[in-house]
């Protein structure tokens, strides 16, 4: 199985008619190479998750990875801690994804207590959980369907648990925006993406994700409890926020 069998190609030729973005077998089957090349800094997160859960997660406790995709949370997380310190639920809504997750982790970590579950977010039962990571998942939700993910996400952490956020983000300011924008694309087009691809992508996704602000982020995290949230890493249009549910009768992020 060489790396060109799964170049990310999907968007290389004209497509007579411009379907909305699936994660479907197709995008599975070149998935990490489509990251790699359109998501500038994901790397760098996953690389930060077992760090994060290191200084914030009670030992033992529950993660949720949710939109996992193919397990890579799960197996950044398995990669700095051991087998006792956390049991993880990887989510994700697409058949293909939950397949080749499981195959995946169960290979790679099977000394872990980790399980892939094919749900809706927006629906699922959560239990206690000491860390939750959202890795641009929430931007697929319809706008006004967000509020309410995050706030169960809340009510579903314990004291002193961490919520992960990473979206694709606006700009408030228009020129702003539009520069972060053309830079991204200059960033695809230095990874080796066509004019054609950018260009079909981009009419692809619209509608189906949808960014907010910075700030709309960190003033739906505080209307749902959340009494401190920051921004931690940005890369262009893309950035990850941290934030800190309290341990009860004591203010601000907890220390371990």
């Known amino acids: 199985m060489s790396d060109a069998s ?24 070149c998935f990490p190479d489509m990251i790699r090349r359109s998501v500038p800094g994901y790397g760098q997160i996953l690389g930060m ?45 697409s058949p293909a994804m939950v397949a080749r997750a499981r195959e995946t982790l169960a290979a790679e970590c099977p000394a872990h207590a980790v399980e892939i579950v094919e749900g809706d977010i927006r629906e699922l039962d959560y239990r206690p959980s000491g860390m939750i990571v959202l890795n641009f998942t929430l931007q697929f939700l319809a706008p006004g369907e967000r509020d309410a993910v995050i706030d169960k996400l809340f009510a579903a952490l314990e004291p002193g648990g961490v919520l992960v956020l990473s979206e694709k983000i606006k700009a408030d300011d228009e ?14 087009r230095a990874n080796g993406y066509s004019e054609l691809e950018i260009s079909q992508k981009r009419t692809a996704l619209e509608n189906v994700l ?47």
């Not at 539009?178 to 695809?188: C, G, S």
Request: hydrophobic share 40%; with cysteine; aromatic share 12%.
């Open 6 to 29: 799964y170049r990310d190609a999907i968007f290389s030729t004209p497509l007579d008619r411009m379907a909305r973005f699936s994660f479907d077998e197709q995008v599975v089957a």
């Open 49 to 93: 998750l077992g760090l994060i859960a290191r200084r914030h997660l009670r030992h033992g406790a529950h993660v949720y990875d949710l939109g996992c995709s193919l397990g890579a949370g799960g197996l950044a997380l398995a990669g700095q801690l051991p087998p006792d310190a956390f049991h993880y639920t990887g989510v994700d809504l």
């Open 175 to 188: 020129q702003e925006n539009a520069w972060l924008v053309e830079r991204y694309h200059d960033f695809k």
């Open 210 to 256: 949808v960014p907010d602000t910075l700030a709309a982020h960190h003033e739906r995290l505080a209307r749902a409890g959340f009494p401190r949230s920051q921004t931690w890493f940005q890369f262009l249009n893309f950035a990850s926020l941290i934030a800190f549910k309290e341990i009860s009768g004591s203010p601000g992020e907890s220390a371990r």
